[in-house]
Nanobody, 121 residues
Framework: QVQLVESGGGLVQAGESLTLSCGVS????????AGWYRQPPGNPRELVAT???????TYADSVQGRFTISTDSAKNAVYLQMNSLKPDDTAVYYC???????????????RGQGTQVTVSS
């Protein structure tokens, strides 16, 4: 059974940095595509960043240049380095594994519990 466990969230001030981690266990491997979503309070889920099996990365416009997604296949983990955080980045962050259908990232159905990121102004 696939499990995703996110960690690394917290309360920070605007301009500070956080690194989120996601451990993947089960029969899905991080060599597949992976992505990070976030869900701000009262808002729908937003795809923040993806990484393909070949290492290609995509980012939402709102985080381009500030966030970096990466993977560690030895640890079967995916990370999200977040710099220059803004209050608008406040959300619960979720990692996913998935695939690409053409250019579209399609997440697998399994989701972790998420990790809360709160950025104060």
């Amino acid at each position: 059974q696939v499990q995703l466990v996110e960690s690394g969230g917290g309360l920070v001030q605007a301009g500070e940095s956080l690194t989120l981690s996601c451990g993947v266990s089960g029969t899905v491997y991080i060599q597949d595509a992976a992505g990070w979503y976030r869900q701000p309070p009262g808002n729908p889920r937003e795809l923040v960043a993806t990484i393909s099996s070949g290492g290609s990365k995509t980012y939402a416009d709102s985080v381009q240049g500030r966030f970096t997604i990466s993977t560690d296949s030895a640890k079967n983990a995916v990370y999200l380095q977040m710099n220059s955080l803004k209050p608008d980045d406040t959300a619960v962050y979720y990692c996913t594994t998935g695939t690409f259908q053409g250019s579209r990232y399609v997440p697998n159905s399994v989701r972790g519990q998420g990790t809360q990121v709160t950025v104060s102004s």
